[in-house]
């Protein structure tokens, strides 16, 4: 059995010998009818078209050959995205920006790469309605594009975002990510003003103004007049 380049034996069973890049076998008798089973087992360090022959020749005899073609992938893509942290809610209106590493972590250049987001309704973004594409081209082995990708918040809640990276020959990527977010706290004060209503010429009052936060957020540099 001839070993295809990128395949690392780690199993043969019954013990055979391995000889530079194949494995043989010896079987003193096969008798009619009868039939043995032999098996190798591989550990795979390249892509691409492997193509494993196995040949047989009794003593005096033609020798025949049979071979399988095996198609072996690697997930080379792979994507890094970093974003506010989903746990902390975030007011309607502010702008999250995401940035997002595509790298090739294979052993050949994808040709191809075109990345694609996928967003909730309570996200906005500047290219209108999802999903919005963005074709990335070809990346070479180790090499990596960099996105920056901006969204608006625009609904209540929790709303997620899901960015996929696709290539010819290897499987997609995927990475998502999330964000909670609140309404605009209200801002209200309440304010009252207390003391006397009656008193005599020459008599010394006290009188009293209350101002009170009655809303939902801190409130700063207040100016209050007395008239």
């Known amino acids: ?30 008798r009619p009818g009868e039939e043995q089973v032999f098996s ?4 795979v360090t390249l892509s691409g078209t492997a193509r494993h022959c196995v040949n047989a020749q009794a003593a ?26 989903p746990n902390i809610p975030l007011q309607i209106g502010r702008e999250v920006t995401y940035q997002i590493s595509v790298m090739n972590r294979g052993d050949r250049a994808l040709p191809d790469v ?23 081209g070809r990346l070479e ?3 990596a594009r960099q996105i920056g990708l901006t969204f608006r918040i625009v609904g209540e809640g929790r709303h997620c975002h899901t960015v996929e990276a696709t290539a010819t020959g290897t499987p997609p990527a995927q990475a998502g990510a999330c964000v909670t977010a609140r309404p605009e706290p209200r801002r209200d004060i309440a ?15 006290d009188f009293y103004v209350v ?5 939902e957020a801190p409130l700063g540099n207040l100016q209050i007049v007395d008239q």
Not at 40 to 43: A, D, L, N
Not at 211 to 215: A, D, Q, R
């Open 1 to 30: 059995a001839m070993i295809p380049v990128g395949f690392l034996v780690t199993g043969v069973s019954p013990v055979g010998q391995q000889v530079g890049s194949r494995v043989d076998w010896t079987i003193t008798q096969l």
């Open 40 to 43: 190798i087992s591989y550990r």
């Open 60 to 85: 005096g005899g033609t020798p025949i050959e049979d071979c399988l073609t095996t198609n072996v992938t690697i997930d080379a893509l792979f994507i890094d995205m970093v974003g506010p942290d």
């Open 114 to 136: 075109v990345m694609t987001d996928k967003f909730d309704v309570g996200l906005a973004h500047s290219q209108g309605a999802g999903p919005i594409e963005w074709p990335i």
């Open 141 to 143: 082995p180790g090499q």
């Open 191 to 205: 304010i009252r003003k207390t003391g006397p209503t009656q008193m005599t010429e020459g008599e010394r009052a």
């Open 211 to 215: 101002i009170e936060n009655t809303g």
